[in-house]
């Protein structure tokens, strides 16, 4: 089974830019969740999407947000980034809810905003 | 919400000792108990799991023991090699999930 892929791999952008980051879950997996991962704050839950729709949502502004389709790929989207929001972005699959079971992890996505 | 605090945030051991990390959290509806391992530059990978039926779990080096009245878990790794070097994470789950703040363990050789 192919495993969690992420695009793209690394993204550079400038403040007040939005960006569109992609994963695609392990097949047959229905969940998907989002991690914002810093050096000083950790793992940080964005939210999780579950046959199409937000389960379950972290404490970050409005500007993150997500969607999940049919295939159950899902998207996060990031509008008018900020410097702090440079970041490694992590998504991760699972069958069921995420809180059911094991999460598997993408490679991520390096944001720089400069 | 749930409150998960690690501890200790940094562990370095001998190579050969044993390494112990515990996680403690609020969410009484917590009913899955998972430790995750992410060496440097790499993702997170599951290594152990317990449910809360179960008061221990063992594989191999590594064992998970939960004390779902005192809410906490542990990691226990014994006969600690270098490449047990990584951060752990904890991730106690019920109708939501939250990961711990991580704890970076470093054995030396």
């Known amino acids: 089974k192919a495993g969690v892929t992420q695009t793209p791999r690394y993204l550079i952008k400038t403040r007040g830019q939005q960006v569109t980051l992609s994963c695609s879950p392990i097949?047959?997996?229905?969940?998907v969740s989002w991690y914002q991962q810093t050096p000083g704050q950790g793992l940080q839950f964005l939210f999780e999407?579950?046959?199409?729709?937000?389960?379950n949502k972290g404490n970050f502004p409005g500007r993150f947000s997500g969607r999940q389709f049919s295939n159950s790929r899902s998207e996060m989207n990031v509008s008018t980034l900020e410097l702090g929001d440079s970041a490694l972005y992590l998504c991760a699959s699972s069958w069921g809810q995420a809180s059911s079971g094991e999460q598997y992890f993408g490679p991520g996505t390096r944001l720089t905003v400069t | 919400g749930e409150n998960v605090e690690q501890h200790p945030s940094t562990l370095s051991v001998q190579e050969g000792d044993s390494a112990v990390i515990k996680c403690t959290y609020s969410d009484s509806a917590s009913n899955y108990f998972p430790w995750y391992k992410q060496e440097l530059g790499k993702r997170p990978q599951l290594i152990i799991d317990i449910r809360s039926n179960v008061g221990e779990k063992k594989d191999q080096r590594i064992a998970v023991t939960l004390n779902k009245t005192a809410k906490h878990f542990s990691l226990h790794i014994t006969e600690t090699q270098p490449e047990d070097s990584a951060v752990y994470f904890c991730?106690?789950?019920?109708?939501?999930?939250?990961f711990g703040t991580g704890t970076s363990l470093t054995v030396i050789p």
């Open positions: 999407y579950f046959s199409e729709t937000q389960r």
């Open positions: 097949s047959g997996h229905r969940s």
């Open positions: 991730a106690p789950a019920g109708n939501q999930f939250y």
